[in-house]
C-alpha cells in the first residue's frame, strides 16, 4: 500500500528523532545522567588490538569523561601543573582532532595528585557546548569551537581539587561549584552565561577541619518528583533539592557525614521517587523517599547502613529493584536491593574503580583504574561476568555509549571501540 506523503515524512521524522536520542551521549553519564542507554550490539569483546575502531594520543592524563554529539567526541585535558586548560573536538569517524580551545588558569590552585586538572565532563544541547575549567572559569562554544562565553564563578581551593560536571536542563546550566570553603549551586542561563541564581551551601573547607575532610565532588541530577523537574545534588552534610527556575531549597536530607568526613563523590541514584546516596571516604549509604518540604529526613528515609562501607567514587545504575556499584576499595562489584539496601552479591574486581558504571542491552559496563572494562550481566541472582577487557593504560573515566560503538578516555589516549 503507498504510503501517502505526510504520513511518510512523520514517520521519518519520528525516525530520525528516535536514532539521534539513541546515537549520542551528550553529558555526565548519558542523556539523563543515570549511566542508562538504549544501545543494542554494543561491543563486548575488545584489547589494544581486537575492536578498536580508531586510538588517537592525548597530550595529558585527566579524569573528565568523553561526550558524543553530532558526529563529534569531546574530551578535556591539561598541561602539567593545569596553567592551562583545553576542550578538544574529534572526529568520531576516524579520531581526527578538528579543533582545540586552550584558557589560561591560575597557577597556584591545588589539586591532588590522582585528580589531574580538567577532571570535569563537557555537557551538550543543540549547538551549544559547556565545560568547567575550575578555577579558570565556565565556558560555552558553539561546534566550530568558536566561544560564545564566559562566567568567571570564582576560585577553588581545595586540597584535592575540583570534579562535579555541569548538567544542562530546559535552558539552564546546574553546576555544584566547589568543594571548599566556596561551595554553592548556580543556576545559569545557557545562552548567555549569566548567572541567574546562587545557593551557598555553609561548612565547606579548602583544607581539613581537624582530622576531617569535607568536600562534595557529586554532579547533580534532573529529577521528577510528582511531576516536577527538581535539581538534586549531594552536598558534604546534606541532600539538596532546588527549584530550576529560582534556586529554592525544596527540601533536604542531612546524615552525609561520617567519622572520616563530610565528603561524597556519587551522583544521586535514582529510581522514581527514591533516592539512593552513597557517601565518600567509607560513609554511609542511605536511600529516602523524594517529596515534601524542608527538612524530610526523619519522614522520608528507608534504609541506612553504615558499618563496613567501601570506599565509592563512581556512581552506579540502577535496573528493576536493583543497584549495581563497581566500588574502589575494596574493588568490587556489588547488587544492592533498593528496596532494602541489602547487598545481593559481591565479587571483587583486580584493581579500584574511580569511573562509573553503565548500562545497554541487559549488561553493566564498569572499567576500573588499570583500564580494564568488564562486562558483566545485570543479573541480581548471581554475579555473571561476560568479558573482561584490557587496554593496559589507567583510566579514571566513564564509558560513553553512542550508535553502536563505546568511547573510552584513558591517561593516555581516547578510544572508540566497535564491532563495525
Known amino acids: ?58 597530550p595529558s592524563p585527566a579524569n573528565g569523561s568523553p561526550v558524543v554529539a553530532d558526529g563529534r567526541v569531546y574530551v578535556t585535558y591539561s598541561s602539567k601543573g593545569g596553567s592551562k586548560r583545553t576542550l578538544a573536538c574529534y572526529d568520531r569517524s576516524n579520531g581526527k582532532e578538528l579543533w582545540t580551545k586552550t ?31 575550575g578555577s579558570a572559569g565556565l565556558f560555552c562554544y558553539d561546534s566550530t569551537g568558536k566561544k560564545l562565553w564566559k562566567n568567571d564563578l570564582g576560585k577553588v581551593t581545595h586540597i584535592w581539587g575540583y570534579g562535579s560536571s555541569p548538567v544542562i536542563h530546559e535552558g539552564r546550566i546546574f553546576l555544584n561549584f566547589g568543594p571548599g570553603a566556596n561551595t554553592f549551586m548556580a543556576g545559569i542561563d545557557l545562552k548567555t552565561g549569566d548567572t541567574i541564581w546562587k545557593q551557598d551551601e555553609a561548612g565547606g573547607s579548602d583544607t581539613q577541619v581537624g582530622s576531617r575532610y569535607v568536600g562534595s565532588w557529586s554532579t547533580p541530577v534532573i529529577a521528577n518528583v510528582n511531576g516536577e523537574a527538581q535539581v ?15 534556586g529554592d531549597i525544596i527540601w533536604t536530607v542531612s546524615g552525609v557525614p561520617s567519622p572520616r568526613g563530610d565528603l561524597c563523590y556519587t551522583s544521586p541514584m535514582i529510581k522514581g521517587n527514591l533516592a539512593i546516596i552513597l557517601a565518600g571516604y567509607k ?21 541506612r547502613f553504615e558499618k563496613k562501607q567501601p570506599q565509592r567514587i563512581g556512581s552506579g545504575i540502577i535496573q528493576g529493584d536493583y543497584l549495581y556499584m563497581a566500588n574502589d576499595g575494596p574493588s568490587t562489584a556489588q547488587c544492592i536491593n533498593i528496596k532494602t539496601g541489602e547487598s545481593v552479591w559481591r ?23 588499570d583500564g580494564v572494562t568488564n562486562v558483566y550481566e545485570a543479573n541480581p541472582k548471581e554475579f555473571k561476568l561476560i568479558s573482561k577487557n584490557e587496554l593496559k593504560e589507567t583510566c579514571n573515566s566513564t564509558p560513553a555509549l553512542s550508535d553502536g560503538e563505546i568511547f573510552i578516555q584513558t591517561h593516555e589516549a581516547l578510544y572508540c571501540i566497535s564491532n563495525k
Open 232 to 246: 538534586v545534588c549531594v552536598m558534604p552534610k546534606r541532600v539538596v533539592s532546588y527549584q530550576p527556575e529560582t
Open 283 to 303: 560513609g554511609p549509604a542511605f536511600a529516602f523517599e523524594m517529596g515534601g518540604k524542608g527538612d524530610i529526613t526523619k519522614e522520608k528515609q528507608l534504609w
Open 1 to 58: 500500500m503507498r504510503v501517502p506523503h505526510f504520513s511518510a515524512m512523520l514517520v521519518l521524522l519520528l525516525f530520525v528523532s528516535v536514532n539521534s536520542e539513541a546515537a549520542d551521549w551528550p553529558s555526565f553519564r548519558g542523556p539523563s545522567g543515570d549511566g542508562l542507554s538504549v544501545e543494542k550490539n554494543l561491543p563486548t569483546e575488545w584489547d589494544s588490538d581486537k575492536n578498536i575502531k580508531w586510538r588517537t594520543k592525548l
Open 347 to 369: 565479587s571483587r574486581f583486580s584493581a579500584g574503580h574511580w569511573a562509573s558504571t553503565v548500562y545497554a542491552d541487559g549488561k553493566v559496563y564498569s572499567t576500573n583504574q
Open 103 to 133: 584558557v589560561n588558569a591560575p597557577a597556584s590552585e591545588k589539586t591532588h595528585k590522582t585528580n589531574p586538572y580538567s577532571g570535569t565532563t563537557p555537557a551538550i544541547v543543540g549547538n551549544r557546548i559547556v565545560v568547567w575549567h
